[in-house]
């Protein structure tokens, strides 16, 4: 050791006395990295898995720190503890100065470097864009970027930047994954088995490059790996198992210490220790110098949770220094890195000054999010052709009356005259059966039949939708009836009754043929008695129905579904688009790498918002275009209403989207989720049929839906063009605003409790 060292080394151990309580917190935060005390359990308090049980860990700074232990032995859990990706259930930790996820310590943030496990890259971004947009995540300007860049693809081996990512090899993308962690020189590099799948040459250069980035003394890395031998060049290797450190030491003081020859035999020796010398059935699989201890018993596994009794090694307490701790592979001694930092320096001094703009970063994850939708047709697709699809069919299929309904006649009032049933059109008596018949033809095809029974048969066999029947005398019996009026007897009123039979098992076919039947006869009367020089009105019901107040006499039913339908489109393809945007994320590792790289999910949810916004602007005039003014769906309010509407719809819906994947952990329950709750809201938010059709106790429930109120703010402002400040408009928007922080609110606290 150097006399320079050596004497920083003694002031160190001799540094003023503070209280005792305050030295500890200082010493602590001298570290790049101290654990004390952390306990860490996944689960119910019944049902807790404990994967950090009382783990103490000291990480000097300047130090290569190789974290090994067997699979599921909890190396992740720490390293997502020290990143500040979870927290602990007790204990205490802290990093580069200050404890994880408080407000300026930058961890979370751009002081850490982070390699997840998961390759955690976005595939559709080429290796350039991934850079780029991590780099601005970490508030890198985009010239220094680029410099990184060039560096990074040199010393990684990697292809040209403009390379997809999807479209490397595994190792590639790994390597990738690597420059993201070192691209913005952080403090603290943490690697989880950075070096899987990439070959022995690349692996020691990387090997060389943290040793040559940690000799300067500011930099650390904690790394985790399977390959035993290449943990030998880690200044300070944690042996960890059953969520403890079994041993804390140099490589070679490990091997010094319990006289062995391979640090597979240390950590043999010290699982066989810590099981109470029981039979440790520990199978070391030796592919490739692999660890690879997965395979133990289960009461192996079990954590121990008496106070540091398997703890070997100092720990690397600064003050206590190991010199075992500064023993290199060389056997050269050396200090692990600026043991001595002015108090001056520690985070919160400089309040706030590892944070990053939120401008930057929302900059990044907006551009990521058009990019993703951008390179993916599929998305798309989705977006914009599938609203307008929508609306074509609606249009097209909904609503219509129907037509070509074949009805039977059995008219033994006329002759039919090559087919035809003939009557003359002026003031004459004969044929009224094929007179009225003439005035039954904007939906049905009459087929004419010899007899009743075979007609009938033709309905029950579903050829036809109802049979009407007209007996030899209808024609004198009718005018008998209307020239005797109330002097008319039973049988001529009964003869001069068209008789009709319907298949009423299709509700709207058989109401349609009714209207019709009934409708014809009023034209049929009314027609005659003008032919006849009556008054043509003596033929109607003596009721009156003037011009409706809104609406139109012959009311469509598309306009009635118009507005929920457009509602409907706009609200679920947000949810769609929406729900699973996280998910994915989260599931490929990268929400947790932003998470790391000290983006906050407010600023992850402002992104998204922003970006389905756009979109929705876009989805709601497609969707309006169409409706009204392709397919003339009725308008008679103010269109501005109807787009803020639907706008606000559409941002509803993204928030409901939000809830869902915040809430789920697998897409496919994200998807049932949102299908689950599209059929239930569709038939009671009054979008198919009247509220008022309903059970006055589901009306409530109707109404506290969130599409309820705001369909029928639609229906008011296009068919009545009602404005806004009627009631049944301001409602819905109203409802709307409520529904949109209802869902904001919760998926903000369903994120803020995950990432905790
Ligand atoms: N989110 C979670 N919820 C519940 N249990 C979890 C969760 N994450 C990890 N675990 C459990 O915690 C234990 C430790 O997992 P961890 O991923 O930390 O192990 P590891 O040492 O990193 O394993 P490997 O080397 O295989 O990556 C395992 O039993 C695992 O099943």
Request: charged letters at 20%.
């Given at each position: 050791?150097s006399?320079?060292?050596?004497?920083?080394?003694?002031?160190?151990?001799?540094?003023?006395?503070?209280?005792?309580?305050?030295?500890?917190?200082?010493?602590?935060?001298?570290?790049?990295?101290?654990?004390?005390?952390?306990?860490?359990?996944?689960?119910?308090?019944?049902?807790?898995?404990?994967?950090?049980?009382n783990?103490?860990?000291?990480?000097s700074?300047?130090?290569?720190?190789?974290?090994?232990?067997?699979?599921?032995?909890?190396?992740?859990?720490?390293?997502?503890?020290?990143?500040?990706?979870?927290?602990?259930?007790?204990?205490?930790?802290?990093?580069?100065?200050?404890?994880?996820?408080?407000k300026?310590?930058?961890?979370?943030?751009?002081?850490?470097?982070?390699?997840?496990?998961?390759?955690?890259?976005?595939?559709?971004?080429?290796?350039?864009?991934?850079?780029?947009?991590?780099?601005?995540?970490?508030?890198?300007?985009?010239?220094?970027?680029?410099?990184?860049?060039?560096?990074?693809?040199?010393?990684?081996?990697?292809?040209?930047?403009?390379?997809?990512?999807?479209?490397?090899?595994?190792?590639?993308?790994?390597?990738?994954?690597?420059?993201?962690?070192?691209?913005?020189?952080?403090?603290?590099?943490?690697?989880?088995?950075?070096?899987?799948?990439?070959?022995p040459?690349?692996?020691?250069?990387?090997?060389?490059?943290?040793?040559?980035?940690?000799?300067?003394?500011?930099?650390?890395?904690?790394?985790?790996?399977?390959?035993?031998?290449?943990?030998?060049?880690?200044?300070?290797?944690?042996?960890?198992r059953?969520?403890?450190?079994l041993?804390?030491?140099?490589?070679?003081?490990?091997?010094?210490?319990?006289?062995?020859?391979?640090?597979?035999?240390?950590?043999?020796?010290?699982?066989?220790?810590?099981?109470?010398?029981?039979?440790?059935?520990?199978?070391?699989?030796?592919?490739g110098?692999?660890?690879?201890?997965?395979?133990?018993?289960?009461?192996?596994?079990?954590?121990?949770?008496?106070?540091?009794?398997?703890?070997?090694?100092?720990?690397?307490?600064?003050?206590?220094?190991?010199?075992?701790?500064?023993?290199?592979?060389?056997?050269?001694?050396?200090?692990?890195?600026?043991?001595?930092?002015?108090?001056?320096?520690?985070?919160?001094?400089?309040?706030?000054?590892?944070?990053?703009?939120?401008?930057?970063k929302?900059?990044?994850?907006?551009?990521?999010?058009i990019?993703?939708?951008?390179?993916?047709?599929?998305?798309?697709?989705?977006?914009?052709?599938?609203?307008?699809?929508q609306?074509?069919?609606?249009?097209?299929?909904?609503?219509?009356?129907?037509?070509?309904?074949?009805?039977?006649?059995?008219?033994?009032?006329?002759?039919?005259v090559?087919?035809?049933?003939?009557?003359?059109?002026?003031?004459?008596?004969?044929?009224?059966?094929?007179?009225?018949l003439?005035?039954?033809?904007?939906?049905?095809?009459?087929?004419?039949?010899?007899?009743?029974?075979?007609?009938?048969?033709?309905?029950?066999?579903?050829?036809?939708?109802?049979?009407?029947?007209?007996?030899?005398?209808?024609?004198?019996?009718?005018?008998?009836?209307?020239?005797?009026?109330?002097?008319?007897?039973?049988?001529?009123?009964?003869?001069?009754?068209?008789?009709?039979?319907?298949?009423?098992?299709?509700?709207?076919?058989?109401?349609?043929l009714?209207?019709?039947?009934?409708?014809?006869?009023?034209?049929?009367?009314?027609?005659?008695?003008?032919?006849?020089?009556?008054?043509?009105?003596?033929?109607?019901?003596?009721?009156?129905?003037?011009?409706?107040?809104?609406?139109?006499?012959?009311?469509s039913?598309?306009?009635?579904?118009?507005?929920?339908?457009?509602?409907?489109?706009?609200?679920?393809?947000?949810?769609?688009?929406?729900?699973?945007?996280?998910?994915?994320?989260?599931?490929?590792?990268?929400?947790?790498?932003?998470?790391?790289?000290?983006?906050?999910?407010?600023e992850?949810?402002?992104?998204?918002?922003?970006?389905?916004?756009?979109?929705?602007?876009?989805?709601?005039?497609?969707?309006?275009?169409?409706?009204?003014?392709?397919?003339?769906?009725?308008?008679?309010?103010?269109?501005?209403?109807v787009?803020?509407?639907?706008?606000?719809?559409?941002?509803?819906?993204?928030?409901?989207?939000?809830v869902?994947?915040?809430?789920?952990?697998?897409?496919?329950?994200a998807?049932?989720?949102?299908?689950?709750?599209?059929?239930?809201?569709?038939?009671?938010?009054?979008?198919?049929?009247?509220?008022?059709?309903?059970?006055?106790?589901?009306?409530?429930?109707?109404?506290?839906?969130?599409?309820?109120?705001?369909?029928?703010?639609?229906?008011?402002?296009?068919?009545?063009?009602?404005?806004?400040?009627?009631?049944?408009?301001?409602?819905?928007?109203?409802?709307?605003?409520?529904?949109?922080?209802?869902?904001?609110?919760?998926?903000?606290?369903?994120?803020?409790?995950?990432?905790?």
């Amino acid at each position: 050791m150097s006399n320079e060292k050596e004497s920083r080394m003694s002031q160190l151990q001799f540094s003023p006395p503070f209280d005792k309580l305050q030295s500890t917190a200082w010493k602590k935060r001298q570290q790049a990295v101290c654990l004390s005390h952390a306990f860490k359990h996944y689960g119910s308090k019944k049902r807790s898995n404990h994967v950090l049980v009382n783990l103490n860990m000291t990480v000097s700074k300047g130090m290569i720190y190789g974290l090994l232990g067997a699979s599921g032995c909890g190396k992740t859990t720490l390293l997502s503890c020290i990143v500040g990706r979870r927290s602990l259930n007790s204990g205490e930790i802290w990093v580069l100065g200050g404890k994880p996820g408080t407000k300026g310590s930058g961890v979370p943030g751009k002081r850490v470097g982070y390699m997840p496990q998961e390759i955690a890259l976005y595939g559709e971004f080429t290796i350039k864009e991934t850079m780029m947009y991590f780099g601005w995540i970490f508030g890198m300007e985009t010239g220094r970027i680029a410099e990184r860049l060039t560096f990074l693809l040199n010393f990684l081996d990697l292809p040209s930047g403009n390379r997809m990512v999807k479209n490397l090899s595994g190792g590639q993308q790994r390597r990738v994954s690597f420059a993201v962690a070192l691209l913005h020189d952080p403090d603290l590099l943490i690697l989880d088995e950075p070096t899987v799948g990439v070959d022995p040459l690349l692996r020691h250069a990387i090997w060389r490059h943290l040793v040559r980035l940690t000799s300067a003394g500011d930099k650390t890395v904690i790394i985790t790996t399977h390959y035993i031998e290449e943990a030998r060049q880690a200044h300070c290797i944690g042996l960890m198992r059953g969520g403890r450190l079994l041993a804390e030491e140099s490589p070679q003081a490990l091997l010094t210490m319990y006289n062995c020859i391979s640090l597979e035999d240390v950590f043999l020796k010290l699982s066989r220790e810590q099981a109470g010398q029981k039979s440790a059935v520990v199978e070391l699989n030796m592919f490739g110098g692999g660890l690879g201890l997965n395979k133990m018993s289960k009461r192996e596994e079990a954590p121990y949770a008496a106070e540091d009794e398997y703890v070997v090694g100092l720990n690397f307490q600064v003050i206590n220094q190991s010199k075992e701790a500064l023993i290199v592979d060389n056997g050269d001694v050396s200090l692990p890195g600026k043991v001595i930092e002015a108090v001056t320096n520690e985070c919160n001094d400089c309040g706030g000054c590892f944070n990053v703009t939120s401008h930057g970063k929302i900059k990044a994850l907006i551009q990521k999010n058009i990019l993703r939708m951008w390179r993916n047709v599929g998305v798309m697709m989705f977006i914009f052709v599938l609203p307008v699809m929508q609306v074509i069919l609606f249009c097209l299929a909904i609503g219509r009356d129907p037509t070509d309904l074949k009805l039977a006649i059995v008219n033994d009032d006329a002759q039919l005259v090559n087919g035809e049933c003939m009557f003359n059109s002026s003031c004459s008596m004969k044929n009224l059966s094929c007179r009225y018949l003439s005035h039954l033809t904007e939906h049905t095809r009459q087929i004419h039949y010899a007899n009743l029974s075979a007609a009938q048969d033709a309905v029950k066999q579903g050829h036809v939708w109802g049979v009407l029947f007209f007996n030899e005398k209808y024609s004198d019996s009718l005018v008998a009836r209307l020239a005797l009026a109330d002097a008319a007897d039973e049988e001529t009123v009964r003869l001069s009754d068209v008789q009709v039979w319907l298949d009423m098992s299709n509700q709207h076919i058989g109401l349609t043929l009714n209207r019709d039947i009934l409708y014809a006869y009023r034209d049929f009367a009314q027609d005659l008695l003008e032919r006849c020089e009556y008054n043509p009105k003596l033929g109607d019901i003596p009721i009156e129905f003037l011009d409706p107040i809104y609406g139109n006499e012959d009311p469509s039913f598309t306009d009635f579904v118009a507005p929920g339908v457009i509602i409907t489109i706009v609200f679920f393809l947000a949810v769609a688009l929406t729900s699973s945007a996280l998910i994915v994320e989260r599931a490929e590792g990268l929400l947790d790498r932003s998470w790391v790289a000290g983006v906050s999910p407010g600023e992850l949810l402002f992104s998204h918002v922003v970006t389905q916004f756009a979109v929705m602007c876009g989805q709601t005039a497609l969707v309006l275009i169409f409706m009204i003014l392709v397919f003339g769906v009725e308008n008679h309010g103010n269109i501005g209403h109807v787009i803020t509407l639907t706008i606000l719809q559409g941002l509803c819906g993204m928030c409901f989207g939000f809830v869902i994947s915040a809430v789920c952990e697998l897409e496919r329950n994200a998807i049932q989720l949102a299908l689950g709750s599209f059929y239930p809201t569709l038939l009671l938010s009054g979008v198919i049929w009247p509220v008022e059709g309903m059970p006055l106790f589901l009306r409530y429930v109707s109404f506290c839906l969130p599409l309820t109120l705001a369909t029928n703010s639609l229906r008011s402002i296009l068919t009545r063009g009602w404005p806004l400040t009627d009631s049944d408009v301001y409602m819905g928007f109203v409802s709307t605003l409520i529904w949109i922080a209802v869902f904001m609110t919760l998926t903000l606290t369903i994120l803020k409790l995950k990432k905790n």
